[in-house]
């Protein structure tokens, strides 16, 4: 079985297509924390609107195909530490009991507040665990990135393959 390879402690987006053809900027959005070798949690919400629930769980990272929706890939956007792990996953959860009253909330725009709340989070040397803090810019950037890899996951999705990795250019910078 292929996976990705992963930085452990890292944090993801993960882009699905949701239409084949797969339509540019049209995703299901969720959040990835990698936290060991083969799994990590995933977080994301499903059925907007009356319904809507959140929908958190640790997913083992196997093969990659016959995924529904297909899986576009993964885009870096952080690190999160291990001593702040379980404030970060409480943060992340911050939205799940209100998600029915939060009108015009999509999974896009649930995972780019979920952003705004991690901008507080500093690793041990006080940098924030996000690459970048211009959530606008972070957004821009992994819908660019899924763009490019978006009919390659169509196409692919019932054959095994690699899944790309992509990262925040502010990332590239900070090497």
């Known amino acids: ?14 882009l699905f297509i949701r239409d084949d053809p797969p339509k540019p900027d049209d995703y299901h959005w969720a959040l ?81 507040r979920a952003l705004e709340l991690l901008k507080e989070f500093k690793d041990s040397d006080g940098k924030s665990i996000l690459v970048g803090q211009d959530i606008g810019e972070i957004e821009k950037e992994a819908k660019a990135f899924a763009n490019v890899c978006r009919f390659e996951a169509a196409r692919m999705n019932s054959k095994e393959r690699m899944l790309p990795v992509g990262q925040v250019s502010a990332f590239v910078a900070q090497r």
């Open 32 to 112: 990835y924390h990698h936290t060991c070798p083969s799994s990590g949690t995933k977080y994301h919400i499903r059925n907007i609107g009356a319904g809507g629930l959140s929908d958190h769980a640790r997913h083992a990272i196997q093969g990659t195909r016959n995924s529904s929706p297909p899986l576009v890939g993964f885009f870096y956007i952080g690190n999160i530490p291990v001593e702040v792990e379980e404030c970060v996953d409480t943060k992340l959860r911050t939205y799940d009991r209100e998600l029915n009253e939060m009108v015009g909330t999509t999974c896009r725009t649930w995972l780019l």
């Open 1 to 14: 079985m292929s996976q990705p390879n992963l930085t452990t402690g890292g944090l993801n987006i993960l």
